[in-house]
Structure formats: structure tokens, C-alpha cells
């Protein structure tokens, strides 16, 4: 006999758009559910975040109705998490607490009294075990990958354990990561057959499937398989009439079976994790070190001692990421006293658009622009005026300049450039815009995946889908070598075009971009200058020293450039705009005034100049993958306002929001 524990993780991202939460109910969450119901001794452990729960309960509340039955009648356990499926290890230790009443207290509605946490990403910390247990949690769900690399072996991991941390206890179960590639994919009788291979004489033993729910219906192909062809109604026939087959909750299971003993769980998440959250060039060794072990027939020998990266690595991997959630921890900080505000903390929190692997995640605009909208909504609780301090823990001051309407924050070290323009009316940040760079995906054909019979009858996982770039994309991409901001400063030779200068094949002449300006605050905004250079057959002394005030509206930038000697460039200021409306192809035009109208993102803004100059304009679009193939993404749109320049220059650009 077998004990086995079956659960799914249903998940939406905060910011996702409508038709994609009804696509995902139409082809996973209903049906499911409602196949589910035919089989009244089947068992299912279910989380669903707060994000989807909240859009559910307000467009298909007969679905809350079903739910409260299954509950009733047995069949479902509860798992919570952070309600706006924050990753815990990545929030303060307050806000944890409260997500996750947030979310035990909705299960209390389906008429649960939830004592088990899904993990979001499975990102374990030690310190989380003394958040748990003051929430009222008595177990979390993590991966096998966990305890192997705490050293324990493949063969002890069909139990859960206890775990310790500052002599609080919780109890963790692990998931077997077999079954996460056996189901739904391949056909029904492997799971059974692999199941069955596990059955013995020890009561206690367990083995735990628990993985996304969207692999049944949402995931490429798995409709027609999960549904069509019958695959999920021959599983739950299959698994509730197998004699070896011993169907639990876990909670069924702490009721009758202690754990097994005491293990100490390293910081890790689940095995895929550690190869995406790794900088590129270490994660395209990583692939490359897994596929020669693989070759060799060593690596589930020593897979155990394979580790990469850590989810928080996507701080570091994406500045841009970094720069938000250190923004959202100073509002967390700034508000905890605000029950108002602190929901949109909460809703900051949702990990989606803080990181990414197979999935968009930090790619995908529409994720980010929720995450800066609550974050400005629940600062605008709050008015600290004009301050300067280190906003994202890299050692070196910002300037936060904030008045009734905008929050601008500068940093002075990169270029003197504005790196976010919140607008309290909109709730949006200007500068919402990810720079493009080189994922190590971009080379490798596929990720390293655990071995499996590829060429079984069943449907493909996305993790083992090859994906080509196609030649298209392939012309037009581009990597950068400096982050986007608002008000870069560039010398550019005047032989350059728009061409060279949007595929990052240009030269720059200057050292102005991203390096550091200094600076001195004034009543109403602040002055920033640099003594650098243009470099040629020698070095031009060059200076640029701009003011930046903000207004009821936007703000007003006042430059003066200045050369060491006479020199023939174009001084360029670079405006990154977070404008969504797709721009189909690049543009040089002349003008003094500029309008925007981003119906998906910014709205309407315009960019006013003191005189008549030549504009060269441009989409950034990043190449990321998807569940579904390739995504070439307009994260937004570069504007350079080009000055020629011999010796001196002044000019004044005021930004607009109309």
C-alpha cells in the first residue's frame, strides 16, 4: 500500500488581463471542479490565490458555490498562502502574517478552517517556520529538491519531516518531482505503474503530487488531453479504485501518521528555480554542466549536489525588479500603521512581475504596471517631501523628489537620470521600462529538464518544448548596455543614425550615461552636474549640469552644456517612456513639441522644448520566452532629443501629463 496526497495550485497574476483569468476558468478551473464532483471518493488539496478568488467571487460566484459543496462533502483541503500570493521569504515578517489571515480567513468562507501552506514558488527560508506557526500553520508543501539538497537521499523522501527554527516547529511535507513531470503528461497507467512500484509494508509512507493547476487545460496541448481525450476522468477513476492505492489529505495524514523525524532545509526552491535565477551567463553553464551529467548517466547519481541559483538572485539579475520591491518594502514601512494603504501594499506584493523563468513574469508590462500602481497608491497615503537615501540597498543615495502630484526618484550615480516618475493621479510610473538584455535561453534550445521518455504517447511539458528565434525577431534585437531611464545624457557623432543608435551599434562618446553626477538639493527641486569627457583621438573636457524641478503637471528640466574646446557631436537626452500602444517601426522626425497617447499604459503626456529639434524614436522590445513560444515585448519607447552642440548649449525639456 501507497498513501498518496493529490493538489493543484490554481494561480492568476495581479494585473492579468480579464479574458486571460475567463480562458484559464473556462479550460482548467471549472472543469476540473466540476469532474471532480462525478468522483465522490476522490480527493483533491486545492490553493487558490487571492488574485483569482477575488476575480472568481465577483464574476462566476456559482464556482464559490461548488467549492463550498467539495468542501462539505469531504473532498477538498484547503492550502493556503499569502493572499495576493506574495513569495514569503521576499515580504517583512508582518506583512506575511497578515496575508495569510487574509487568505485562511476566505477559506473560513468556503468552510475551511485552513492549517497548510502551498509555498509560493516553494521559496524556502529557515525563518519562515516562526511566521507559520504564529499564522496557525501546521504544515507547508515544499519540493523533494528541498531535502536532497539538505542531503537526504531520493529513498527518504516518501515522508514528511519536521523542521526547526528558533525552537518553533512545523511539519514539511515533500513533493515528488516524478509525478510532477508523470502528471498530467504522460498517460495514466505510468503514474499508477509508478505508484504501485512504490507500495510496501510501512503505513506511513507517502507519496505527494501538488503542483499548478493550469497544467490541466492552460499549458500548451493539455486541454485536448486533460479533457477531450479524457485523460483527468480515467486518473480520477484509476487512482480511487486501485486496492495499493491509499487516496489522503494532508491533514488525514498528520491525523493518523507522525513525520518521520527532523531535517534542516537550506534556502532552495524547486530544481528549475535555481538554473532561471542565476545571471545568464553562470545559468547557460549551469544548463550546459546538467546536460553533460546527463550524457554521462550521472546526474541522478549526483543531482543531489547540483544547486543554483536563489529566487532572491532575480534582484540582482534584474535591477529593474530590485528597484520595485525595495520600493515596495519602503512603502510597506512607511504605511504598516494605514490599514488602508496597507492593502495595496498587499497587492504590490504578488510575485509574478518580480522574477522570471518559463513563465513572462518581470517581462510582461502589464504585471509590472499593477505592481507601481499600489505601490503609488499606498505612498500617496503619506507625504515624506523631498529626501535622499539609498531606495534600493546598492550602497550609493537617491534623490526622492515628491510633491502633491508626482514622486520622482533620481540616482545621482547613474547618469544623474530619473529612474521612476510616479503619477499620484494616473498611479503610474513613466519609467516602467526594462532594459533589453541577453537571457542564456537566447542560446540553449531548451532547459535542463529531468529525464523523461520524450517520445511516450502523452503531451509535451513546457519545460521540455525546444524553441527556435525566429529570423524576424532575430533582426531586430538588440541588447543593452545601460539601464532606461528618463533625462540619459549622450554624445553621439554626428555620422551616427537612428539605426545604429536603436541597435546598440553605435558609439558613444561620452561618459555621461551611467556614470555618476553630483549633486546639491535646492527648495524646489535639484541640481545635478558632471566634469567628464568626450573621448576621441584625445579627451574633450565636457560638462552638462541640468536642474530638475517637478510641477503641478510634470516636471521641468533646465541643461547647460559645455565643452572644454570646440567639438562637432550631437548631445542627445534620452526620455524612456513606458508607452505600450505598439509602435510598429522606428522614426526621425523634427519638432518642439511632442505627444503621447498610450492608450494601454501611460495615457496621454507631452514632451515640450524650447526650440525646434531633430527626435529619433524607437520601441525597446525584449526577447523573453513563454509557455507558449517566443515574446517579443514593446516594454516601451525611447525618445532622444538630439542638440548639435561645438562649445556651449542651453536648453530647457518640460514633461506634461495631459
Known amino acids: 500500500m501507497i498513501n498518496f496526497i493529490f493538489g493543484i495550485h490554481n494561480h492568476q497574476p495581479l494585473g492579468n488581463f480579464g479574458w486571460v483569468f475567463e480562458d484559464a476558468y473556462n479550460r482548467s478551473y471549472r472543469p476540473f471542479m466540476e469532474i471532480l464532483e462525478e468522483f465522490p471518493s476522490m480527493k483533491v488539496a486545492v490553493h487558490f490565490s487571492g488574485p483569482l478568488l477575488e476575480w472568481i467571487n465577483e464574476n462566476h460566484p456559482e464556482y464559490i458555490e461548488l467549492l463550498r459543496r467539495l468542501v462539505k462533502r469531504g473532498q477538498l483541503e484547503i492550502v493556503v498562502a499569502g493572499f495576493y500570493e506574495p513569495v514569503l521569504a521576499a515580504i517583512p515578517k508582518e506583512d506575511r502574517i497578515e496575508q495569510i489571515k487574509l487568505l485562511k480567513e476566505f477559506a473560513k468562507k468556503l468552510g475551511y478552517d485552513a492549517k497548510g501552506v502551498w509555498l509560493t514558488e516553494r521559496v524556502w527560508q529557515p525563518e519562515l517556520v516562526k511566521t507559520l506557526r504564529e499564522s496557525g500553520i501546521e504544515y507547508v508543501i515544499v519540493d523533494d529538491y528541498h531535502f536532497m539538497s539538505a542531503g537526504l537521499s531520493k529513498e527518504e523522501l516518501y515522508w514528511p519531516y519536521y523542521t526547526e527554527d528558533s525552537g518553533e516547529v512545523i511539519a514539511v511535507f515533500p513533493i515528488d518531482e516524478k509525478l510532477r513531470y508523470l502528471i498530467p503528461f504522460r498517460p495514466v497507467e505510468k503514474t499508477i505503474e509508478y505508484l504501485e512500484s512504490l507500495a510496501d509494508n510501512d503505513p506511513s509512507k507517502v507519496a505527494v503530487f501538488h503542483d499548478d493547476g493550469e497544467k490541466f487545460g492552460v499549458w500548451p496541448g493539455t486541454y485536448e488531453w486533460v479533457y477531450k481525450k479524457g485523460w483527468l476522468r480515467e486518473f480520477f477513476d484509476a487512482i480511487t479504485s486501485n486496492e495499493k492505492i491509499n487516496l489522503m489529505l494532508y491533514s488525514e495524514y498528520l491525523s493518523k501518521f507522525t513525520p518521520k523525524g527532523l531535517v534542516y532545509l537550506p534556502i532552495a526552491s524547486y530544481f528549475e528555480m535555481s538554473e532561471w535565477s542565476l545571471p545568464a551567463k553562470q545559468a547557460k553553464l549551469f544548463v550546459e554542466f546538467v546536460e553533460k551529467l546527463k550524457k554521462r548517466g550521472e546526474f541522478e547519481r549526483y543531482r543531489v549536489f547540483v544547486r543554483g541559483g536563489i529566487w532572491k538572485n532575480f534582484f540582482y539579475k534584474y535591477p529593474e525588479s530590485n528597484f520595485m520591491h525595495k520600493r515596495m518594502l519602503y512603502v510597506s514601512k512607511l504605511v504598516r500603521n ?162 545604429t543608435y536603436r541597435l546598440v551599434k553605435y558609439h558613444e562618446l561620452g561618459d555621461f550615461v551611467n556614470q555618476p553626477y553630483e549633486f546639491e538639493l535646492y527648495d524646489s527641486g535639484v541640481k545635478l552636474w558632471r566634469n567628464g569627457g568626450i573621448y576621441v583621438e584625445k579627451k574633450v573636457p565636457a560638462k552638462v549640469e541640468k536642474r530638475i524641478e517637478l510641477t503641478n503637471d510634470g516636471f521641468l528640466a533646465k541643461y547647460k552644456v559645455s565643452l572644454g574646446e570646440p567639438y562637432k557631436a550631437l548631445f542627445g537626452v534620452e526620455v524612456n517612456l513606458a508607452v505600450h500602444s505598439v509602435m510598429e517601426s522606428p522614426e526621425e522626425f523634427e519638432a518642439d513639441r511632442i505627444l503621447v497617447n498610450d492608450t494601454y499604459g501611460i495615457g496621454k503626456v507631452e514632451i515640450g522644448l524650447d526650440r525646434r529639434v531633430r527626435v529619433w524614436k524607437f520601441p525597446i522590445k525584449t526577447l523573453s520566452q513563454s509557455e507558449s513560444g517566443w515574446d517579443f515585448i514593446q516594454q516601451g519607447v525611447s525618445y532622444t532629443l538630439l542638440f548639435p552642440i561645438e562649445k556651449e548649449l542651453e536648453f530647457e525639456i518640460k514633461f506634461k501629463e495631459l
Open 338 to 499: 494605514i490599514p488602508k494603504a496597507r492593502k495595496y501594499v498587499f497587492k504590490a506584493q504578488c510575485n509574478d512581475a518580480y522574477w522570471h523563468g518559463v513563465f513572462g513574469g518581470v517581462y510582461l508590462p502589464h504585471l509590472r504596471r499593477a505592481v507601481w500602481e499600489n505601490i503609488i497608491r499606498a505612498q500617496s497615503f503619506v507625504f515624506t517631501g523631498n529626501k535622499v537615501f539609498d531606495v534600493d540597498f546598492d550602497g550609493k543615495n537617491e534623490i526622492m523628489l515628491e510633491n502633491e502630484s508626482f514622486i520622482a526618484t533620481i540616482k545621482p550615480h547613474y547618469g544623474g537620470s530619473i529612474f521612476e516618475l510616479s503619477s499620484k493621479r494616473k498611479a503610474v510610473n513613466y519609467n516602467d521600462v526594462l532594459a533589453r538584455r541577453w537571457e542564456h535561453y537566447h542560446e540553449v534550445p531548451e532547459a535542463a529538464t529531468p529525464e523523461e521518455e520524450g517520445n511516450e504517447e502523452g503531451v509535451a511539458s513546457i519545460h521540455e518544448l525546444g524553441k527556435k528565434i525566429p529570423e524576424e525577431i532575430k533582426r531586430e534585437l538588440a541588447y543593452d548596455w545601460q539601464l532606461r531611464a528618463i533625462l540619459q545624457d549622450h554624445f553621439i557623432p554626428t555620422t551616427e543614425t537612428l539605426d
